[in-house]
């Protein structure tokens, strides 16, 4: 059924049908990159905080820190530089209890000063408008529960394997990685690593873009080439089809489209080679007419006269006028 239709359909259809398959192709391609472009970069910034991770286990093991709330406090404190391209790091233990967070450093606070927020308000506005100051745990908005996923994580058979995790939340995209730390060979504690990574949406969302300008430029390219196969080319390729057709059938409403001799390029050579085949024949035929024509007329003329001078003779006794008769007879015969 598919070869019968390729060979009886159209140019144009073919062309289309073409098209159409290679479109639905490169769609499931362009389906299953687009789904695999996300995991991807999710796992790329995975592997950039496994090595964060990696680092800080061998940190923790070279200073032989204690995996107390105390002592790894005090570690992220020191080897903060480890992680000042991260938004949050935390440490957990077995029991996936959290023994240190980078947001809420409670040994931190000697450190760093609590600015205020200074507002300024018109004269005319009450005092119970302003606030003058807010508690930092107030601000803080809660993310996700990292606890949840450590408990998730602590329950796989194959502990050494990090656990991936993206999720999006409050508008915000974010990357995190759990993985164990071992102290001496000996599993201590778990590491979770988060970080956000609206980039990848970013990132994603401009492949999709791409992806969507090409097919619709793509489409328009087709579409024009489509408009100009049919017009230029199979459009007078049809017309010089009905017009063989209407010479075969001699049909007197036959139209010579005069317009596609006009043309230099090959439907108009086409057209001219046409259109002088055609008359060419018509000057064979009306040869053959006339040649027919004549050849009945002359041999039309000496069965005539054979035919009267055989009348005369069977009807005259006179010896003279039989061989006058006689002799025209013979001289027609030959």
Avoid at 306 to 314: F, I, R
Wanted: charged share 25%; proline share 1%.
């Amino acid at each position: 059924m598919k070869s019968n239709f390729f060979s009886s359909s159209s140019i144009l259809k073919k062309f289309l049908v073409f098209n159409l398959i290679i479109f639905l192709v490169l769609g499931a391609f362009t389906f299953l990159y687009l789904k695999a472009i996300k995991p991807n970069l999710i796992k790329n910034r995975s592997n950039q905080h496994s090595k964060i991770i990696n680092n800080t286990s061998s940190h923790i093991n070279r200073l032989s820190i204690e995996f107390t709330k105390e002592g790894v406090t005090k570690f992220l404190l020191k080897e903060r530089y480890l992680f000042h391209n991260l938004d949050r790091v935390q440490l957990y233990d077995l029991n996936s209890n959290l023994l240190a967070d980078t947001d809420t450093l409670d040994l931190a606070q000697d450190i760093f000063v609590i600015s205020q927020d200074v507002q300024e308000t018109p004269i005319d506005k009450s005092d119970e408008n302003k606030n003058i100051s807010e508690s930092p745990k107030a601000t803080q908005a809660t993310t996700f529960n990292t606890e949840s996923y450590v408990k998730k994580y602590s329950e796989q058979k194959n502990i050494g394997d990090k656990l991936v995790i993206g999720e999006t939340i409050n508008n915000n995209f974010y990357v995190m990685t759990i993985n164990s730390v071992k102290l001496n060979g000996k599993n201590k504690g778990y590491i979770v690593v988060s970080e956000i990574a609206n980039d990848i949406l970013i990132a994603v969302d401009e492949r999709k873009n791409f992806i969507l300008r090409t097919v619709f430029s793509v489409a328009i390219v087709i579409l024009i080439f489509s408009v100009f196969l049919n017009k230029y080319i199979l459009k007078p390729i049809r017309a010089l089809m009905l017009y063989t057709k209407a010479i075969k059938e001699k049909d007197e409403k036959i139209d010579k489209h005069e317009k596609y001799l006009l043309r230099k390029d090959e439907v108009g050579q086409l057209s001219r080679s046409l259109n002088e085949m055609t008359e060419d024949l018509y000057k064979r035929i009306d040869i053959a007419e006339t040649f027919s024509s004549d050849l009945a007329h002359e041999i039309r003329n000496p069965l005539t006269s054979l035919k009267g001078a055989s009348e005369v003779l069977e009807n005259t006794s006179d010896s003279e006028k039989r061989k006058k008769l006689i002799k025209v007879i013979s001289h027609d015969v030959e």
